[in-house]
């Protein structure tokens, strides 16, 4: 089945730095979602991406849809203290179930 | 614009029993999604509902059913309960549409199921 991977799996930067994650598929997807998780909430989506090249940015957070349609990307910048928690990804295709991957958890240092 | 709520927050069952959560989707939304969150690990695709029949299923047991009603809230069941059930139970609410732009899910906050 298709599977997800994030790297990195773990970071820890200081408060101020620049972040990159990314994520990818076995396979083909038409829409990837990047979504934050906090202890003991639920997922909150960040951004949606629909389109194979999309670029698409809300506040100091943008993510690219890859080229291949095999990948996404995720940066934040000048990362504060509130960016902690967990970054998921998700991808599916159209009418189809969302796969997520195993998440990537940042920490900010101060 | 309410969201999605999920009750109750947290139980507490021992193994064999049978559980019953629930789900209110967003506002405007018509499809659930449930996925089973084990910790550390990302969410797991359980089942969805849409026009109150289960549309596409994960690789879940039969011990793991739901329903959705028509009011597009919805309940997910899990009966003779194991160990490994003890999970963050999420549900996702979206719009099932004609373009790709409306696949997009938002979350509850989950339930937090754990079986001694």
């Known amino acids: 089945g298709q599977q997800l991977n994030q790297s990195p799996q773990s970071m820890f930067i200081q408060e101020g730095e620049d972040v990159s994650m990314n994520c990818t598929s076995s396979?083909?997807?038409?829409?990837w979602l990047w979504y934050k998780q906090e202890p003991g909430e639920g997922p909150v989506l960040l951004i949606a991406?629909?389109?194979?090249?999309e670029l698409t940015s809300n506040g100091r957070l943008t993510a690219q849809f890859g080229i291949t349609r095999k990948d996404s990307f995720l940066n934040i910048s000048a990362s504060i203290p509130s960016d902690v928690g967990i970054y998921f990804c998700?991808?599916?295709?159209?009418?189809?179930?969302?796969?997520f991957g195993p998440g990537t958890r940042l920490s900010v240092l101060p | 614009d309410a969201g999605v709520t999920q009750s109750p927050t947290h139980l507490i069952k021992t193994r064999g029993q049978q559980v019953t959560l629930r789900c209110s989707p967003k506002?405007?939304?018509?499809?659930v999604s449930w996925y089973q969150q084990a910790l550390g690990q990302g969410p797991q695709f359980i089942f969805q509902?849409?026009?109150?029949?289960?549309?596409q299923r994960g690789n879940f047991p039969d011990r793991f059913s739901g329903h959705q009603f028509p009011n597009y809230s919805s309940e997910l069941n899990v009966n003779a309960l194991l160990l490994g059930d003890s999970a963050l139970y999420l549900c996702?609410?979206?719009?099932?549409?004609?373009?790709?732009?409306?696949?997009?899910?938002?979350f509850g906050p989950g339930t937090r199921l754990t079986v001694l």
């Open positions: 396979s083909i997807f038409n829409t």
């Open positions: 509902y849409y026009e109150e029949e289960e549309r």
């Open positions: 991406l629909y389109k194979a090249g």
């Open positions: 996702a609410s979206s719009l099932d549409g004609t373009s790709a732009s409306t696949d997009t899910q938002y």
């Open positions: 506002s405007g939304h018509d499809t």
């Open positions: 998700a991808g599916n295709n159209y009418g189809q179930n969302f796969v």
